[in-house]
């Protein structure tokens, strides 16, 4: 019988687990039960992502994926529980060594765009709303995008009204190093952002709002240049959004921060492949 090729979710799950290996060690501490590993853990959740599905019907569809699960080394099916607990174990900042990791795989050239997109809390009821005082119902998401290969090479969550202005800074001097030009809508022009950027050493392409015509005749010069790169922000949020859900899953806020950084790593080991 001929062998079957890798399917491309096989090939997900292969590129997942070699960089958990390589950002995590494989228990949590020497106290651990060393029932599951942390590489398996980490591959089970962006398989959910990826799948846009919940615990238990990701466990009860692996069930029927026994190439997946030798991939993973998995032998017995762990509970919903023990993978939620997981999720809430895995701090933020293994989650963003994973996906810095990831930013190696893909193709860069310095040129990054930045934008911002809401996802709706779509699973959390009205009387939870009203009794948590969550007045705000979406979370506002601000990507920094390689226009190369459409690597997202950080991620910035907030449950606030906060303006794109305030958020800019504090992802421009964590990246620095990975931009040379930063692309941006009228949302990013400020006198702040340009002068951090620009002592950093980025150039920034950021289009002005228009008060007078000078204003109006750079945005036009800005057109012809590599701004018109900046599109593939929109492009990057309208796939996540299709691909894994325009709505995030988890009920607590820390918990939806996790899921949000899950979707960007599956992207772009998505892109990898």
């Given amino acids: 019988m001929e062998t079957l090729l890798k399917s491309r979710l096989l090939r997900f799950v292969e590129q997942a687990m070699y960089l958990a290996r390589r950002a995590v060690a494989r228990y949590s501490s020497k106290f651990s039960k060393r029932r599951y590993t942390l590489h398996q853990h980490i591959v089970l959740l962006c398989l959910k992502v990826r799948k846009n599905t919940t615990y238990r019907t990701l466990l009860d569809e692996l069930i029927e994926m026994p190439r997946i699960r030798k991939a993973i080394n998995l032998d017995e099916l762990p509970s919903p529980s023990t993978l939620c607990k997981a999720c ?11 996906l810095n990791l990831s930013i190696t795989l893909l193709p860069t050239n310095g040129v990054v765009g930045i934008d911002a997109s809401g996802f709706d809390r779509s699973y959390a009821s009205k009387h939870y709303t009203k009794r948590a005082k969550l007045t705000i119902q979406q979370l506002k998401v601000t990507l920094l995008v390689g226009t190369k290969s459409n690597a997202i090479i950080d991620v910035h969550v907030t449950t606030t009204r906060k303006h794109d202005s305030q958020i800019a800074p504090s992802l421009i001097k964590r990246n620095s190093s990975e931009i040379a030009v930063l692309l941006g809508d009228k949302g990013y022009d400020d006198q702040k952002v340009r002068a951090l950027a620009r002592k950093d050493g980025v150039r920034p392409l950021i289009k002005p709002r228009e008060f007078s015509p000078l204003h109006k005749a750079w945005n036009v010069r800005l057109d012809g240049d590599l701004h018109g790169q900046r599109s593939q922000n929109e492009t990057v949020n309208s796939r996540i959004k299709r691909k894994y859900g325009a709505f995030i899953r988890s ?3 820390w918990k939806q921060f996790r899921e949000l950084i899950v979707g960007c790593l ?3 080991i998505d892109k990898t492949l």
């Fill in 88 to 98: 809430s174990r895995l701090d933020m900042a293994v989650w963003r060594v994973i």
């Fill in 251 to 253: 009920s607590h806020w």
């Fill in 266 to 268: 599956t992207h772009n």
